[in-house]
C-alpha cells in the first residue's frame, strides 16, 4: 500500500520559512516526478513545484526564487524550502506522485498558514 505523508506545516508570519517534508512507503520514489501542490479556500489546487528523477525543477512564477523543491531518495523523501512566505502563500499543500496516464499518489496535505 502506497502512502505519502507530509509534515512541517505551521503558523509563521510574513517573510519568515518553513520546511514541508514528504515522505513515502510502498513505493520508491526515486523513479517518478514528484510535485507540491497547493490549495487555498475557495481557489483550485495549483501546482507549487515540481522536481523530475534526474533532479530538475520547476515553479510556479509566484514562488520562484522563494521556493527550493528537492528530493533525497535514498531517505524516500521530497521536501519543500519556503522562504519569505506571504499570506498570499498561505494554504494547504500536498505532496503528489506523479504516474504517466494513471491518477498518482497524493498525500493528505498539511495546513501553512502566514499572517501577521
Known amino acids: 500500500q502506497v502512502q505519502l505523508v507530509e509534515s512541517g506545516g505551521g503558523i509563521v508570519q510574513p517573510g519568515g520559512s518553513l520546511r514541508l517534508s514528504c515522505s513515502g512507503s510502498?513505493?520508491?520514489?526515486?523513479?517518478?516526478?514528484m510535485v507540491w501542490y497547493r490549495q487555498a479556500p475557495g481557489n483550485q489546487r495549483e501546482l507549487v513545484a515540481s522536481?523530475?528523477?534526474?533532479?530538475?525543477?520547476e515553479y510556479t512564477s509566484s514562488v520562484k526564487g522563494r521556493f527550493t523543491i528537492s528530493r533525497d531518495n535514498a531517505r524516500n523523501t521530497v521536501s519543500l524550502q519556503m522562504n519569505r512566505l506571504r499570506p498570499e502563500d498561505t494554504a494547504v499543500y500536498y505532496c503528489?506522485?506523479?504516474?504517466?496516464?494513471?491518477?498518482?499518489?497524493w498525500g493528505q496535505g498539511t495546513q501553512v498558514t502566514v499572517f501577521s
Open positions: 510502498g513505493i520508491r520514489f526515486s523513479g517518478y516526478p
Open positions: 522536481i523530475a528523477p534526474g533532479g530538475i525543477t
Open positions: 503528489h506522485l506523479q504516474l504517466l496516464g494513471r491518477p498518482g499518489y
